[in-house]
Protein backbone atom coordinates (compact mmCIF):
# COMPACT_ATOMS: atom_id res chain seq x y z
CA UNK A 1 0.00 0.00 0.00
CA UNK A 2 1.60 3.17 -0.47
CA UNK A 3 2.56 5.51 2.55
CA UNK A 4 1.91 8.91 2.63
CA UNK A 5 3.22 10.83 4.89
CA UNK A 6 1.38 14.11 6.55
CA UNK A 7 3.72 17.10 7.29
CA UNK A 8 2.77 17.95 11.00
CA UNK A 9 3.53 22.00 11.86
CA UNK A 10 1.20 22.10 14.51
CA UNK A 11 -1.02 24.06 13.03
CA UNK A 12 -2.22 22.88 9.24
CA UNK A 13 -5.42 20.65 8.43
CA UNK A 14 -3.89 17.70 9.14
CA UNK A 15 -7.20 15.75 9.57
CA UNK A 16 -8.66 16.66 6.29
CA UNK A 17 -5.12 15.46 4.59
CA UNK A 18 -5.36 12.35 6.47
CA UNK A 19 -8.97 11.51 5.62
CA UNK A 20 -7.90 12.56 1.94
CA UNK A 21 -5.39 10.08 2.19
CA UNK A 22 -7.44 6.93 4.00
CA UNK A 23 -10.36 8.00 0.92
CA UNK A 24 -7.63 7.58 -1.86
CA UNK A 25 -6.80 4.17 -0.61
CA UNK A 26 -3.64 5.29 1.12
CA UNK A 27 -1.92 4.78 4.45
CA UNK A 28 -1.40 8.26 5.96
CA UNK A 29 1.43 8.75 8.67
CA UNK A 30 2.12 11.55 10.83
CA UNK A 31 5.09 13.11 10.29
CA UNK A 32 6.70 15.62 13.41
CA UNK A 33 10.49 15.62 12.60
CA UNK A 34 12.79 14.48 9.87
CA UNK A 35 13.52 11.01 10.84
CA UNK A 36 9.48 10.53 9.93
CA UNK A 37 10.35 11.10 6.16
CA UNK A 38 11.91 7.96 5.91
CA UNK A 39 10.41 5.04 3.67
CA UNK A 40 7.43 7.03 2.51
CA UNK A 41 5.78 6.87 -1.50
CA UNK A 42 4.39 10.34 -0.86
CA UNK A 43 5.16 13.58 1.52
CA UNK A 44 2.21 16.22 1.67
CA UNK A 45 2.77 19.79 2.94
CA UNK A 46 -1.13 20.88 4.44
CA UNK A 47 -1.79 24.00 3.63
CA UNK A 48 -4.05 25.94 6.43
CA UNK A 49 -1.67 28.30 8.55
CA UNK A 50 0.39 31.63 8.39
CA UNK A 51 3.91 31.71 6.22
CA UNK A 52 5.81 32.55 9.14
CA UNK A 53 4.94 29.96 11.84
CA UNK A 54 4.95 27.18 9.17
CA UNK A 55 8.67 28.01 7.98
CA UNK A 56 9.86 28.63 11.87
CA UNK A 57 8.21 25.11 12.42
CA UNK A 58 9.66 23.27 9.37
CA UNK A 59 13.27 24.87 10.48
CA UNK A 60 13.24 24.48 14.29
CA UNK A 61 12.29 20.32 13.47
CA UNK A 62 14.98 20.37 10.86
CA UNK A 63 12.05 19.10 8.39
CA UNK A 64 13.16 21.82 5.91
CA UNK A 65 16.71 19.95 5.68
CA UNK A 66 14.56 16.44 5.75
CA UNK A 67 12.58 17.86 2.80
CA UNK A 68 15.04 19.13 0.93
CA UNK A 69 17.51 15.59 1.11
CA UNK A 70 13.92 14.39 -0.71
CA UNK A 71 14.37 16.16 -4.22
CA UNK A 72 15.65 13.87 -7.63
CA UNK A 73 14.65 10.68 -4.90
CA UNK A 74 12.02 8.18 -5.34
CA UNK A 75 9.56 9.83 -2.45
CA UNK A 76 7.23 12.66 -4.16
CA UNK A 77 6.57 15.87 -2.71
CA UNK A 78 3.15 17.90 -2.56
CA UNK A 79 2.88 21.07 -1.14
CA UNK A 80 -1.08 22.38 -0.94
CA UNK A 81 -1.41 25.74 -0.88
CA UNK A 82 0.53 26.93 2.18
CA UNK A 83 3.09 24.04 1.38
CA UNK A 84 3.34 25.31 -2.06
CA UNK A 85 4.02 29.10 -1.36
CA UNK A 86 6.86 26.68 1.57
CA UNK A 87 8.54 25.15 -0.91
CA UNK A 88 9.24 28.53 -3.61
CA UNK A 89 12.31 30.80 -3.09
CA UNK A 90 9.87 33.99 -0.66
CA UNK A 91 6.68 34.97 -0.08
CA UNK A 92 5.18 38.61 0.44
CA UNK A 93 3.42 37.09 3.62
CA UNK A 94 6.43 37.03 5.71
CA UNK A 95 9.71 38.77 3.62
CA UNK A 96 12.03 37.63 7.01
CA UNK A 97 11.84 34.12 6.25
CA UNK A 98 12.96 32.58 2.96
CA UNK A 99 11.27 30.02 1.40
CA UNK A 100 12.86 26.11 0.77
CA UNK A 101 13.23 27.08 -2.96
CA UNK A 102 12.76 24.15 -4.84
CA UNK A 103 10.01 26.11 -6.91
CA UNK A 104 12.16 29.29 -8.40
CA UNK A 105 9.00 31.34 -8.07
CA UNK A 106 7.96 34.05 -5.69
CA UNK A 107 4.83 33.88 -3.89
CA UNK A 108 2.97 37.21 -4.06
CA UNK A 109 -0.15 38.79 -2.43
CA UNK A 110 -3.29 38.71 -4.28
CA UNK A 111 -4.63 42.17 -6.10
CA UNK A 112 -6.19 44.22 -4.29
CA UNK A 113 -5.87 42.02 -1.34
CA UNK A 114 -8.69 39.97 -2.03
CA UNK A 115 -8.62 36.34 -0.95
CA UNK A 116 -9.76 33.85 -3.57
CA UNK A 117 -12.01 31.43 -2.47
CA UNK A 118 -14.23 28.92 -4.30
CA UNK A 119 -14.38 26.14 -6.40
CA UNK A 120 -12.71 27.26 -10.02
CA UNK A 121 -11.75 25.98 -13.27
CA UNK A 122 -8.21 24.36 -13.26
CA UNK A 123 -6.63 24.26 -16.99
CA UNK A 124 -3.65 21.78 -17.36
CA UNK A 125 -1.79 22.78 -19.58
CA UNK A 126 -0.11 19.82 -20.89
CA UNK A 127 -2.97 17.71 -21.52
CA UNK A 128 -5.03 20.68 -22.46
CA UNK A 129 -8.12 18.95 -19.76
CA UNK A 130 -10.06 21.23 -17.56
CA UNK A 131 -11.00 20.03 -13.61
CA UNK A 132 -12.33 22.24 -10.80
CA UNK A 133 -11.22 22.37 -7.18
CA UNK A 134 -11.31 24.40 -4.11
CA UNK A 135 -9.15 27.42 -3.66
CA UNK A 136 -8.70 29.33 -0.42
CA UNK A 137 -5.83 32.15 -0.82
CA UNK A 138 -4.63 34.98 -0.62
CA UNK A 139 -1.48 34.78 -2.16
CA UNK A 140 -0.37 32.52 -5.44
CA UNK A 141 2.49 31.97 -7.12
CA UNK A 142 2.75 33.61 -10.79
CA UNK A 143 3.01 31.94 -13.90
CA UNK A 144 6.76 30.54 -14.62
CA UNK A 145 8.64 27.78 -16.10
CA UNK A 146 7.58 25.26 -13.11
CA UNK A 147 3.91 26.00 -13.94
CA UNK A 148 1.86 22.82 -14.90
CA UNK A 149 -1.74 24.11 -14.40
CA UNK A 150 -3.49 27.64 -14.57
CA UNK A 151 -5.84 28.71 -13.07
CA UNK A 152 -8.14 32.20 -12.67
CA UNK A 153 -9.14 34.62 -9.99
CA UNK A 154 -12.78 34.77 -9.52
CA UNK A 155 -12.66 38.40 -9.14
CA UNK A 156 -10.06 39.60 -11.92
CA UNK A 157 -9.88 36.87 -13.94
CA UNK A 158 -6.14 37.39 -13.83
CA UNK A 159 -4.59 33.87 -14.21
CA UNK A 160 -2.00 32.58 -12.04
CA UNK A 161 0.05 28.95 -11.02
CA UNK A 162 -2.33 26.17 -9.71
CA UNK A 163 0.22 23.72 -9.80
CA UNK A 164 3.53 23.77 -10.11
CA UNK A 165 6.07 21.01 -10.64
CA UNK A 166 9.69 20.37 -10.71
CA UNK A 167 11.20 16.74 -10.39
CA UNK A 168 9.42 14.90 -7.84
CA UNK A 169 8.15 17.81 -6.50
CA UNK A 170 4.29 19.52 -7.37
CA UNK A 171 2.98 22.17 -5.71
CA UNK A 172 -0.70 22.92 -5.73
CA UNK A 173 -2.29 26.37 -4.62
CA UNK A 174 -6.26 24.49 -4.60
CA UNK A 175 -6.63 22.20 -2.29
CA UNK A 176 -6.69 18.24 -2.68
CA UNK A 177 -7.91 17.67 0.75
CA UNK A 178 -11.20 19.80 -0.05
CA UNK A 179 -12.02 19.16 -3.72
CA UNK A 180 -14.10 16.05 -3.25
CA UNK A 181 -13.35 13.56 -6.11
CA UNK A 182 -11.73 15.52 -7.95
CA UNK A 183 -9.00 15.89 -5.29
CA UNK A 184 -8.79 12.25 -4.80
CA UNK A 185 -8.26 11.48 -8.26
CA UNK A 186 -5.62 14.68 -8.53
CA UNK A 187 -3.82 12.65 -5.73
CA UNK A 188 -3.91 9.45 -7.77
CA UNK A 189 -2.54 10.53 -10.91
CA UNK A 190 0.25 11.96 -8.83
CA UNK A 191 1.20 8.37 -7.86
CA UNK B 1 -21.25 31.93 -7.44
CA UNK B 2 -20.45 29.88 -4.65
CA UNK B 3 -23.12 27.78 -2.97
CA UNK B 4 -22.76 26.85 1.22
CA UNK B 5 -25.44 24.94 2.80
CA UNK B 6 -25.70 26.21 6.44
CA UNK B 7 -26.02 23.21 8.98
CA UNK B 8 -27.16 24.72 12.79
CA UNK B 9 -26.10 22.49 15.60
CA UNK B 10 -27.83 22.73 19.00
CA UNK B 11 -27.40 20.01 22.20
CA UNK B 12 -25.35 17.83 19.25
CA UNK B 13 -28.09 17.30 17.24
CA UNK B 14 -29.01 19.67 13.67
CA UNK B 15 -31.76 21.41 14.01
CA UNK B 16 -33.82 23.72 11.91
CA UNK B 17 -34.39 26.77 13.19
CA UNK B 18 -37.43 28.96 13.41
CA UNK B 19 -35.62 32.61 13.66
CA UNK B 20 -33.75 30.54 16.53
CA UNK B 21 -36.41 30.23 19.02
CA UNK B 22 -37.78 27.59 18.25
CA UNK B 23 -36.24 23.90 17.00
CA UNK B 24 -37.46 21.26 14.45
CA UNK B 25 -34.51 17.88 15.40
CA UNK B 26 -33.37 16.86 12.12
CA UNK B 27 -30.36 13.78 12.92
CA UNK B 28 -26.93 13.56 13.70
CA UNK B 29 -23.98 16.36 12.71
CA UNK B 30 -22.84 13.13 10.97
CA UNK B 31 -25.19 11.85 8.75
CA UNK B 32 -26.10 15.28 7.36
CA UNK B 33 -22.74 16.34 6.11
CA UNK B 34 -21.99 12.84 4.79
CA UNK B 35 -25.63 13.50 3.14
CA UNK B 36 -24.32 17.28 1.91
CA UNK B 37 -21.61 15.40 0.38
CA UNK B 38 -23.51 13.28 -1.35
CA UNK B 39 -26.25 15.44 -2.93
CA UNK B 40 -23.70 17.81 -4.54
CA UNK B 41 -23.15 20.44 -1.73
CA UNK B 42 -19.52 22.44 -2.29
CA UNK B 43 -19.00 24.03 0.77
CA UNK B 44 -20.62 23.46 4.51
CA UNK B 45 -20.76 26.42 7.32
CA UNK B 46 -21.55 24.56 10.92
CA UNK B 47 -23.30 27.07 13.16
CA UNK B 48 -22.77 25.68 16.72
CA UNK B 49 -25.48 27.32 19.04
CA UNK B 50 -25.16 24.72 21.83
CA UNK B 51 -24.71 26.64 25.16
CA UNK B 52 -22.03 24.64 27.22
CA UNK B 53 -18.57 24.71 27.68
CA UNK B 54 -17.71 21.29 26.35
CA UNK B 55 -19.97 22.03 23.17
CA UNK B 56 -16.85 23.14 21.03
CA UNK B 57 -15.03 19.11 22.27
CA UNK B 58 -18.15 17.23 21.58
CA UNK B 59 -18.82 19.14 17.77
CA UNK B 60 -15.05 18.53 16.94
CA UNK B 61 -15.24 14.67 18.03
CA UNK B 62 -18.22 14.44 15.54
CA UNK B 63 -16.56 16.42 12.55
CA UNK B 64 -13.67 14.82 13.24
CA UNK B 65 -15.63 11.20 12.59
CA UNK B 66 -17.09 12.41 9.51
CA UNK B 67 -14.66 11.25 6.37
CA UNK B 68 -15.63 13.92 4.02
CA UNK B 69 -13.80 15.89 1.63
CA UNK B 70 -15.48 19.23 0.91
CA UNK B 71 -14.71 22.78 3.10
CA UNK B 72 -15.99 22.94 6.22
CA UNK B 73 -16.66 26.62 7.55
CA UNK B 74 -17.36 26.56 11.45
CA UNK B 75 -18.96 29.49 13.73
CA UNK B 76 -19.85 29.45 17.54
CA UNK B 77 -17.81 30.13 20.62
CA UNK B 78 -14.83 30.43 19.43
CA UNK B 79 -12.46 32.11 21.67
CA UNK B 80 -8.97 31.30 21.46
CA UNK B 81 -6.37 30.04 19.31
CA UNK B 82 -6.54 26.82 21.36
CA UNK B 83 -10.00 26.47 19.75
CA UNK B 84 -8.90 27.03 16.38
CA UNK B 85 -5.86 24.27 16.90
CA UNK B 86 -8.77 21.67 17.82
CA UNK B 87 -11.17 22.88 15.29
CA UNK B 88 -8.10 22.53 12.68
CA UNK B 89 -7.33 18.97 13.94
CA UNK B 90 -10.94 18.36 14.03
CA UNK B 91 -11.08 19.24 10.08
CA UNK B 92 -12.18 22.33 10.00
CA UNK B 93 -10.67 24.89 7.22
CA UNK B 94 -12.22 28.20 7.79
CA UNK B 95 -13.77 30.01 10.97
CA UNK B 96 -16.38 31.85 11.50
CA UNK B 97 -16.89 34.85 13.76
CA UNK B 98 -20.35 36.58 15.33
CA UNK B 99 -20.69 38.00 18.53
CA UNK B 100 -16.85 39.26 18.75
CA UNK B 101 -17.29 41.06 15.22
CA UNK B 102 -20.31 43.16 16.46
CA UNK B 103 -17.79 44.42 19.04
CA UNK B 104 -14.73 44.06 16.94
CA UNK B 105 -13.00 47.02 18.60
CA UNK B 106 -12.81 45.01 21.89
CA UNK B 107 -11.83 42.07 19.94
CA UNK B 108 -9.34 43.52 17.76
CA UNK B 109 -6.33 41.67 19.20
CA UNK B 110 -8.30 38.31 19.41
CA UNK B 111 -8.98 38.50 15.55
CA UNK B 112 -5.52 39.76 14.54
CA UNK B 113 -4.19 36.83 16.73
CA UNK B 114 -5.61 33.94 15.08
CA UNK B 115 -5.43 36.05 11.77
CA UNK B 116 -2.02 35.23 12.40
CA UNK B 117 -2.21 32.17 13.13
CA UNK B 118 -4.01 30.33 10.75
CA UNK B 119 -4.04 33.33 7.95
CA UNK B 120 -6.78 35.93 6.66
CA UNK B 121 -8.30 33.64 4.09
CA UNK B 122 -9.81 31.30 6.88
CA UNK B 123 -11.27 34.40 8.46
CA UNK B 124 -15.03 35.09 7.92
CA UNK B 125 -17.41 37.54 9.95
CA UNK B 126 -20.65 37.23 10.32
CA UNK B 127 -22.68 40.45 10.52
CA UNK B 128 -26.89 40.08 11.40
CA UNK B 129 -28.42 43.09 9.04
CA UNK B 130 -31.87 44.57 9.04
CA UNK B 131 -32.95 47.45 6.56
CA UNK B 132 -34.12 50.04 8.43
CA UNK B 133 -37.56 52.49 7.64
CA UNK B 134 -35.07 55.11 6.64
CA UNK B 135 -33.46 52.85 4.18
CA UNK B 136 -30.24 52.18 5.92
CA UNK B 137 -28.59 48.59 6.68
CA UNK B 138 -28.32 48.43 10.48
CA UNK B 139 -26.16 45.95 12.31
CA UNK B 140 -28.13 44.05 15.01
CA UNK B 141 -27.19 41.62 17.83
CA UNK B 142 -29.07 38.56 17.08
CA UNK B 143 -29.69 37.81 20.28
CA UNK B 144 -31.96 41.02 21.62
CA UNK B 145 -32.08 42.60 17.86
CA UNK B 146 -30.58 45.61 19.52
CA UNK B 147 -29.16 47.60 16.46
CA UNK B 148 -25.47 48.01 17.39
CA UNK B 149 -24.41 50.38 14.56
CA UNK B 150 -25.00 51.40 10.53
CA UNK B 151 -23.33 49.00 8.15
CA UNK B 152 -21.07 51.29 6.07
CA UNK B 153 -17.67 51.33 4.19
CA UNK B 154 -15.72 52.17 7.27
CA UNK B 155 -16.80 49.14 8.75
CA UNK B 156 -16.22 47.21 6.05
CA UNK B 157 -12.67 48.16 5.84
CA UNK B 158 -12.29 47.55 9.29
CA UNK B 159 -13.33 44.18 9.01
CA UNK B 160 -11.10 43.46 6.07
CA UNK B 161 -7.87 43.99 8.27
CA UNK B 162 -8.13 40.65 9.74
CA UNK B 163 -11.55 38.89 8.08
CA UNK B 164 -11.39 37.51 4.18
CA UNK B 165 -15.13 36.90 4.28
CA UNK B 166 -18.56 38.87 5.47
CA UNK B 167 -21.38 37.00 5.78
CA UNK B 168 -24.28 39.77 5.89
CA UNK B 169 -27.39 37.77 7.42
CA UNK B 170 -30.75 39.33 6.89
CA UNK B 171 -32.53 38.45 9.96
CA UNK B 172 -36.01 40.09 9.18
CA UNK B 173 -35.83 36.27 7.09
CA UNK B 174 -33.60 34.06 9.02
CA UNK B 175 -35.63 31.29 9.80
CA UNK B 176 -38.92 33.25 9.04
CA UNK B 177 -41.03 33.37 6.10
CA UNK B 178 -40.09 35.96 4.23
CA UNK B 179 -37.29 35.57 1.18
CA UNK B 180 -34.34 37.77 1.38
CA UNK B 181 -34.86 41.73 1.34
CA UNK B 182 -33.52 43.09 -1.91
CA UNK B 183 -33.94 46.09 -0.57
CA UNK B 184 -30.53 44.83 1.20
CA UNK B 185 -28.73 44.24 -2.41
CA UNK B 186 -30.20 47.27 -3.67
CA UNK B 187 -28.47 49.39 -1.12
CA UNK B 188 -25.30 47.19 -0.99
CA UNK B 189 -25.30 48.21 -4.99
CA UNK B 190 -24.97 52.09 -3.75
CA UNK B 191 -22.11 51.69 -0.70
CA UNK B 192 -18.81 52.05 -2.34
CA UNK B 193 -18.05 48.64 -0.52
CA UNK B 194 -14.28 47.81 0.22
CA UNK B 195 -13.21 45.05 -2.45
CA UNK B 196 -10.96 43.48 -0.11
CA UNK B 197 -13.78 41.31 1.63
CA UNK B 198 -16.28 38.67 -0.40
CA UNK B 199 -19.53 39.42 0.48
CA UNK B 200 -21.86 36.14 1.12
CA UNK B 201 -25.13 36.75 2.15
CA UNK B 202 -27.72 34.22 4.19
CA UNK B 203 -31.10 34.25 5.87
CA UNK B 204 -33.86 33.36 3.48
CA UNK B 205 -31.64 32.61 0.59
CA UNK B 206 -33.99 29.64 -0.71
CA UNK B 207 -37.29 31.21 -0.74
CA UNK B 208 -36.93 33.88 -3.26
CA UNK B 209 -38.76 33.53 -6.28
CA UNK B 210 -35.98 35.49 -7.94
CA UNK B 211 -32.47 33.20 -7.24
CA UNK B 212 -30.87 34.63 -10.39
CA UNK B 213 -31.35 38.16 -9.30
CA UNK B 214 -27.80 37.72 -7.02
CA UNK B 215 -25.74 36.43 -10.04
CA UNK B 216 -26.47 39.70 -11.53
CA UNK B 217 -24.23 41.82 -8.99
CA UNK B 218 -20.70 41.13 -8.84
CA UNK B 219 -19.74 42.35 -5.68
CA UNK B 220 -22.10 38.65 -3.94
CA UNK B 221 -19.77 36.32 -3.76
CA UNK B 222 -21.84 33.73 -2.54
CA UNK B 223 -25.06 32.39 -0.77
CA UNK B 224 -25.86 30.37 2.06
CA UNK B 225 -29.16 28.58 2.57
CA UNK B 226 -30.03 26.69 5.27
CA UNK B 227 -33.86 25.43 6.10
CA UNK B 228 -34.91 25.10 2.39
CA UNK B 229 -32.17 22.24 2.61
CA UNK B 230 -34.38 20.03 4.41
CA UNK B 231 -37.51 20.48 1.89
CA UNK B 232 -36.57 17.35 0.37
CA UNK B 233 -34.09 14.87 -0.41
CA UNK B 234 -33.47 16.38 -3.97
CA UNK B 235 -33.97 19.87 -2.45
CA UNK B 236 -30.58 21.27 -3.15
CA UNK B 237 -29.26 19.68 -6.46
CA UNK B 238 -33.32 21.27 -8.11
CA UNK B 239 -31.73 24.46 -6.38
CA UNK B 240 -28.59 23.85 -7.91
CA UNK B 241 -29.21 23.82 -11.19
CA UNK B 242 -31.65 26.59 -11.58
CA UNK B 243 -29.53 28.61 -10.47
CA UNK B 244 -25.83 27.55 -12.26
Known amino acids: MTRVGIINYGIGNYRSIFNAINLAGFEAFNVSNYKDLKHLDLVIMPGVGHYKTAISVLKNTELDKGILDLFGSQTKVIGICLGLHLLCNSSDEDKSEKGLGIFNCKIVKNSGNRVNTGWQKVWNVQKGETSRFFFNHGFHASISDCTLMISRFRATDFEFSAVVGQNNFYGVQFHIEKSGVNGINFLKEVM | MRKIASIVVKDGLVVQSFNYSNYLPLGTLNATMLNLERWGVEEILIKNITKSDSSLDDICGLIMSTPISIPITYGGFIRSRAD ?14 DKSVCKYQQHAALHKSISEFVGRQAMVANLNIVVSTTDDILVCDYSNKKIITHFSNKLVSELSKNFSELILNDISADGEREPFDMKIIELLAKIE ?8 LSGGIGKTDRPSFYQKHEFIDGIIFGNSLYRSENAYQNWAQENV
Request: hydrophobic share 50%; with cysteine.
Open chain 2, 84 to 97: ISMLLNAGVDRFCF
Open chain 2, 193 to 200: TNREICIV
